[in-house]
């Protein structure tokens, strides 16, 4: 018959509800520090956005890492000046590259207009508009066409992998002056000029600002939210899937989420086991001083008398664990030296 099971003193049972609070307000710290940190270092809110179409991907059907797909959640850094701010020409002319492409990745705000959903693209080159207000410069192309007016057609050539396969080419891409300044309000300015690495054209001469608005405009220091700076790949799929709302997710990156959802999910509880198994060797191997200095400070926490009270039980239970194994090695060398001299005894051969 199994012996009856102890019931839990009031005061268990309140040092466990403790010990839960504890373990909540831990982890509610732990995410507003990690929050608050990546806060600090973007200097926007929200410091990160899920990339919703598939303008930026350099594969057809498939996603990788280092480049922008769909479903990706990308961090945005703010920057103090337009002039922090590579394009895809400056960034040709010296090698600097973000997201497997020439300059920086910028995420702005179609003509300014913050109720709209951001637009995440390529920065290619600056449009310059004179002091005369009737041309425009484009100070970063080799060579640089100056005075640019209304008539003028500039060629700019980039890497693009707008249908062209997973490899991608460099192509032409024309920038008819007239036409982005006849899209332009009253009084007419310069800024980027954008596009998606995945798309054929410019954005000022391609995406739409709004239904019966022409297209966006170049794009002002005002308009940047900030640059693209690093990204945490397929966990932006879950914000599609809950908001119904833009471009499918490529399968890979599907299969990628799941996998690493299920990751999550099991490594700590093999951690946890693992750390039952083999955590008294592994804490056995660390100098007694330093184990001595972490339990002093640990044990100042709240709980840190519990703590200590659990720490001796275990310490006595290994303690008898190991003596309980060495007396069964002893036992098991004792049967294997009595099997070797057949049940004599001494060391010269005579029966005892």
């Not at 926007?44 to 057809?60: A, N």
């Not at 799941?258 to 999550?264: K, N, S």
Request: proline share 5%; with cysteine; aromatic share 8%.
């Amino acid at each position: 018959m199994a012996p009856a099971k102890r019931k839990r003193t009031a005061e268990e049972r309140r040092q466990d509800l403790l010990m839960s609070v504890r373990d909540l307000a831990f982890a509610a710290v732990a995410v507003a520090v990690i929050i608050g940190g990546i806060w600090a270092y973007a200097g926007v809110w929200p410091p990160m956005v899920v990339v919703e179409s598939g303008s930026m991907m350099h594969e057809k059907d498939a996603s990788a890492l280092g480049v922008i797909d769909t479903g990706d959640l990308t961090l945005v850094k703010s920057v103090g000046s337009a002039s922090e701010i590579r394009t895809y020409m400056q960034g040709q002319a010296d090698g600097y590259k973000t997201y497997g492409n020439f300059g920086d990745v910028v995420i702005y705000a179609k003509n300014c207009d913050f109720s709209q959903t951001p637009i995440i693209h390529r920065a290619i080159t600056r449009m310059v508009l004179n002091a005369s207000r009737v041309s425009f410069d484009f100070p970063e192309l080799a060579p640089p066409v100056w005075d640019a007016r209304a008539g003028d057609t500039v060629t700019l050539t980039v890497w693009t992998y707008h249908v062209n396969g997973p490899v991608g080419q460099e192509m032409q891409v024309s920038v008819s002056v007239g036409a982005i300044l006849s899209n332009m309000g009253s009084p007419p300015h310069g800024g980027f000029l954008t596009k998606g690495d995945n798309n054929g054209g410019i954005d000022q001469l391609s995406l739409s600002y709004a239904p019966g608005h022409g297209f966006v405009e170049p794009v002002e220091e005002d308009c940047v939210l900030g640059v693209a700076r690093g990204e945490l790949p397929w966990f932006g799929v879950i914000k599609l899937w809950a908001g119904g709302s833009g471009d499918s997710p490529p399968q890979n990156s599907v299969t990628s989420l799941i996998i690493a959802l299920i990751a999550i999910v099991t490594v700590p509880f093999a951690l946890e086991v693992a750390w039952d198994r083999f955590g008294d060797r592994v804490k056995s191997r660390v100098p007694e001083r330093w184990r001595h200095a972490w339990h002093r400070l640990f044990d100042r926490l709240p709980g840190g008398k519990r703590r200590a009270h659990e720490r001796a039980e275990r310490e006595q239970e290994l303690a008898a664990r190991r003596a309980r194994e060495e007396r069964r090695k002893r036992g098991r060398r004792r049967g294997r030296d009595d099997e070797g001299d057949g049940g004599r005894g001494g060391d010269d051969g005579r029966w005892t």
